[in-house]
């Protein structure tokens, strides 16, 4: 049996097989890989998105950011064949399926996985919700208790994350109803720092109307721009209030920002100092942060979890975590 390029009769590329002798099996006699025609095929029914998918698997795997229009150049020139962008797409597509999980499949997995979770992890709690038509395998709310709070060291401690289908005022509720519960959040005494995510607010009216709020300056300076009222001064005076410890200092500051500009003195004056200046802050949070620089720095650490499926998706939460206090009980073991 022989082969050959049928594009170019001088092409040298060739692949001879025959029959052994002893048995039915082909062996390859001759093999020559390379083509010296500068034509070749490019129309190749055999090669499909999931033939792609499989072959450039570990590249996938490694280059998730990998452009579309790239990634198909790339697979044109390897394979010699024309690919289109809607195939590469497909291709990448399932690679990264086939890397992650199917996203129906790991849904059918999430009852297993929280009685796995709620097993393995003794004192901890697991909730899961269906959405409001409860049907079986569409995206639910998840949450497991390991809450967010400060140690001495001014850094995070993980208790508690969520995922959940939107992001409104009903599913922080349903949070919230949780962690008060797990927390046993009753009276007061309590502080929660955020950045007014939506419908944040009116959940902790609905659920937690005693707790105290604070608000990162860094957002309260944004949306201060926002209403018009920018420029480097009232920038540094804001900042100066906000970082005032008496009364008397924040004052003379909201003076200064009346001087400045009354209008957004006044704009100010509807915020309560309670909720971003340390001179107003309650004394029962032995913290003085300032900025949600620690919830930032969160954020971006789980960053390349978001977008995967949701087994693939808690797995890589907990691995973090999980790395995340041991290391911390390193350090302090020593």
Not at 44 to 59: E, V
Not at 151 to 179: C, Q, R
Request: aromatic residues 10%; hydrophobic residues 40%.
């Amino acid at each position: 049996m022989e082969a050959c390029c049928i594009h170019h009769p001088e092409c040298k590329w060739i692949i001879m097989a025959s029959r052994m002798q002893r048995d039915k099996a082909f062996q390859i006699k001759t093999y020559n890989p390379i083509h010296t025609c500068k034509e070749w095929h490019h129309e190749n029914r055999t090669i499909t998105s999931s033939i792609i998918a499989r072959r450039y698997l570990k590249k996938i795997g490694s280059n998730r950011d990998w452009k579309v229009a790239e990634f198909r150049d790339r697979v044109s020139v390897e394979l010699r064949a024309q690919v289109t962008l809607s195939q590469a797409k497909r291709a990448k597509m399932k690679g990264i399926a086939l890397i992650d999980g199917d996203i129906k499949d790991q849904y059918k997995m999430m009852w297993d996985y929280c009685n796995e979770i709620d097993r393995t992890n003794s004192g901890s709690t697991v909730y899961m919700k269906f959405t409001d038509n409860e049907i079986p395998n569409e995206p639910w709310r998840i949450s497991k208790n390991i809450y967010f709070w400060h140690d001495g060291n001014n850094n995070i401690f993980p208790v508690a994350y969520a995922i959940v289908e939107k992001e409104n005022k009903d599913t922080w509720a349903w949070f919230l109803n949780h962690l008060a519960a797990d927390l046993n959040i009753h009276e007061t005494g309590w502080t929660f720092t955020s950045d007014k995510q939506k419908g944040l607010i009116k959940a902790f009216n609905e659920v937690l109307p005693h707790v105290n709020h604070r608000f990162c300056v860094r957002h309260l300076h944004n949306n201060f721009k926002r209403a018009r009222f920018g420029g480097i001064s009232l920038k540094e005076v804001l900042w100066v209030a906000a970082k005032a410890t008496t009364m008397r200092k924040f004052n003379d500051c909201m003076t200064d920002i009346l001087k400045l500009d009354p209008d957004a003195a006044s704009w100010l004056t509807d915020k309560d100092p309670s909720e971003w200046s340390m001179s107003h802050f309650s004394s029962d949070a032995k913290c003085d942060t300032l900025l949600n620089n620690l919830w930032e720095v969160f954020n971006s650490m789980i960053l390349d979890a978001s977008d995967k499926p949701i087994v693939t998706l808690l797995e890589k939460l907990r691995y973090l975590i999980m790395a995340r206090m041991l290391a911390n009980r390193k350090k302090a073991e020593k």
